[in-house]
């Protein structure tokens, strides 16, 4: 606090050199934010105190720094967009902004920002409204640190956490969001980075791409989301350090890929998955050191995909490691551990001797019937299965991994 | 009764074959749990065991120990006790060595290391399918006098339970695979024994390929409380009704 108290007063010390600070709150001149915001000038700062504000829509169109001491609450009425940003070089830190309006055709959000640059929103709570954080045609903005609560129940009823249009080098940092139609959705949004989020309990996507080229997510936690990240229509996506954990269900992906192409997959967890990874269209991906564990599909490949490169993964105590629907195989799997592998290494370089076929043939039943999963584990189809493992005829004998490794790598 | 009982367990005791079968269950179970870097590897090859040894060893020795015991069953009828007291000391006296060989064979390794629930459901599973083999046995021993054609049988019927039912299942699956069929195929499953075993253990084996839309609804019919007493409703039933079949055979079979 005493460091938070002296960041102020240094922010004060310096902007009073050459503009001037406003105070909202009871003490003060005044006790309202439009008016303050009215009387500001670019490059001045206004400080609200903590208290309720219900001011309809406020509107910040001059750059300005809007900050929150004490966590004041902008009440949105469930009519109004809370905080709407018309300038450049904005920051808005410290809010509590909640109940705004719910409209389909304009799309209120708590926070939203219109046609801007360099803005940036720091460790607000916005709870409850129809759109989190609404990003439009902005460039070089920052959002870290915001916690999302909102309470959906249905996908056409509740907006995204994180909702970002056309707009280009952002930056989505250690937010936390939930209950959301997406957590975070990008759409034509070009050169960004997602970092350190935790996206729980959405009803759709914890983070969902759609025609947004060139851009990096780390480190963040997608759990128990309807799926977990959805990049659809993509390329040049990095996907690198997440965790995906528990997104359960018949659509249920910990990672949809679909018309995707040039991507990286590095060192992600993948944990209680009904699928771990599907791809559908999925070009030049390769999927390096990942963990997949105790998922219902390791990784569901259509053969609509070429030049995949699966390595260096660990596949642990998945129900199917690999599922395929054709039997036209343009990827390639080489170098992973499995722990269904039963060979041997005689020249101990840690290196299975024999190739081992990662696609069981009841995988491959499964997903021309699925109702057949109620045969699983029986005698018969672990009969067939050994049988076409040694023999494959109706599976691709192309689908290998010739070089599996011994032991789990250290992941 | 209970020294007939306590007779039809001394003999088996003292036959030998019991005692080496849970001591190959207990050699088996310990070196899967052992041998395998996860509990989850050992535990796959116990419901191996208790979807194929445990019938097929349950059933061949019940039926083979009824022929046998034959002249001692005449010999008792010859005494003044009902035919009923007989055949239910009998099938009580192997119903209780067949589990306790499961519980002390597979039983005990698996409770060290496994998971608790885990392996309460697994050994009450295991135990009920030796009942159930137990009380086919009955039943087919008591269907025929010849000694070979009642084995035969025997064989026959773990043989269709253990392997062909499956096949058959698959072979309907694919025919009607245009029809949802879903629940249908709950239904069929309740009309084999080991199937049903195999399938109360799956839901907790592999959770999160059932969460999948065909798994789900399974999930829903067998993941729940209600649906899980209904499918060891329909196991004991199992038990039940061969074993009843058989008995209402002897009670009016000329010895």
Redesign the interface.
């Known amino acids: 606090m005493r460091i938070f108290l002296s960041y102020i007063l240094l922010i004060c010390f310096v902007q009073s050199t050459y503009s001037k600070t406003i105070w909202v709150g009871k003490n003060h001149k005044f006790s309202s934010i439009t008016p303050a915001i009215k009387a500001a000038e670019n490059g001045d700062t206004v400080i609200v105190e903590s208290g309720f504000y219900k001011e309809g829509n406020i509107v910040i169109d001059k750059s300005i720094t809007f900050l929150g001491v004490g966590m004041p609450i902008i009440d949105g009425d469930r009519k109004f967009e809370v905080i709407t940003i018309r300038a450049s070089y904005v920051t808005v830190k410290g809010f509590q902004v909640q109940h705004s309006g719910y409209a389909t055709l304009d799309d209120p959000g708590g926070i939203k920002v219109y046609n801007s640059k360099h803005v940036q929103i720091l460790d607000n709570y916005l709870y409850d409204n129809f759109f989190g954080i609404y990003i439009q045609q902005g460039k070089h903005c920052l959002i870290k640190n915001n916690r999302i609560i909102a309470f959906g129940k249905a996908e056409q009823e509740i907006g995204n956490g994180i909702h970002c249009w056309k707009s280009d080098s952002l930056l989505v940092i250690g937010n936390h969001i939930t209950g959301n139609r997406d957590g975070i959705y990008f759409e034509f949004v070009t050169n960004s980075v997602i970092w350190r989020n935790v996206s729980v309990n959405n009803i759709r996507y914890g983070l969902h791409f759609m025609f947004s080229h060139n851009d990096a997510y780390f480190t963040n936690i997608f759990k128990n989301n309807g799926a977990g990240v959805a990049v659809m229509y993509t390329k040049n996506v990095t996907m690198m350090n997440n965790t995906f954990i528990e997104n359960?269900?018949?659509a249920?992906y910990g990672l949809l890929l679909k018309e995707i192409s040039d991507s990286y997959i590095y060192n992600n967890r993948f944990v209680?998955?009904?699928?771990a990874i599907f791809l559908d269209g999925a070009s030049r991906i390769r999927v390096e050191k990942n963990l997949f564990k105790?998922?219902?599909?390791g990784m569901k490949i259509q053969a609509n995909g070429m030049d995949n490169v699966v390595t260096q993964n660990n596949f642990i105590?998945?129900?199917?490691d690999i599922s395929t629907n054709g039997t036209l195989v343009l990827s390639t799997f080489d170098g992973n551990y499995w722990?269904r592998y039963e060979g041997y290494d005689l020249d101990k370089d840690r290196i299975g001797d024999v190739p081992y076929r990662p696609l069981s043939l009841f995988s491959v039943?499964v997903e021309?019937?699925?109702?057949?999963?109620?045969?699983?584990?029986?005698?018969?189809?672990?009969l067939l299965d050994k049988s076409e493992r040694i023999l494959p005829s109706l599976t691709p004998d192309n689908f290998i991994d010739n070089t599996p490794l011994m032991r789990p790598l250290p992941l | 009764m209970i020294r007939i009982i306590k007779f039809v367990i001394l003999d088996i005791i003292k036959n030998r074959i019991v005692l080496a079968y849970t001591l190959l269950l207990a050699i088996f179970a310990w070196s899967a749990f052992s041998l395998e870097d996860?509990s989850?590897?050992g535990v796959?090859s116990l419901?191996?065991i208790i979807?194929?040894t445990v019938p097929l060893v349950s059933v061949l020795f019940t039926t083979i120990y009824i022929y046998n015991s034959a002249e001692f069953v005449e010999l008792l009828t010859s005494q003044p006790i009902k035919r009923t007291k007989i055949w239910i000391s009998l099938f009580a006296g192997l119903a209780c060595s067949m589990s306790m060989a499961f519980l002390l064979g597979a039983g005990i390794p698996l409770f060290v290391y496994a998971e608790t629930t885990l392996s309460i459901i697994m050994v009450s599973i295991g135990i009920l399918v030796s009942l159930v083999f137990v009380s086919l046995a009955f039943f087919s021993a008591s269907i025929t006098r010849d000694k070979a054609k009642g084995i035969g049988v025997s064989i026959m019927l773990w043989l269709y339970f253990?392997?062909l039912f499956?096949?058959l299942?698959?072979f309907l699956?694919?025919q009607l695979?245009d029809y949802p069929?879903?629940k249908m195929?709950v239904g069929i499953?309740a009309s084999s024994p080991?199937?049903l075993a195999?399938?109360l253990i799956?839901l907790h084996?592999?959770v999160?390929?059932?969460?999948?839309?065909?798994?789900?609804i399974?999930k829903k019919f067998f993941g729940t409380t209600t649906g899980m007493s209904i499918a060891f409703l329909l196991l004991t039933l199992w038990i039940a009704i061969p074993y009843l079949i058989s008995l209402r055979i002897f009670r009016k079979k000329d010895l």
């Open positions: 359960w269900g018949d249920a209680n998955n009904t699928s105790s998922n219902g599909w105590r998945n129900t199917f722990d039943i021309i019937n699925p109702p057949a999963m109620l045969l699983y584990r029986s005698f018969m189809v672990t | 996860t989850a590897k796959l419901l191996n979807l194929l253990a392997l499956d096949a299942v698959l699956l694919f695979s069929i879903e195929m499953t080991i199937d195999r399938i799956l084996l592999d999160s390929a059932m969460m999948g839309y065909t798994g789900a399974f």
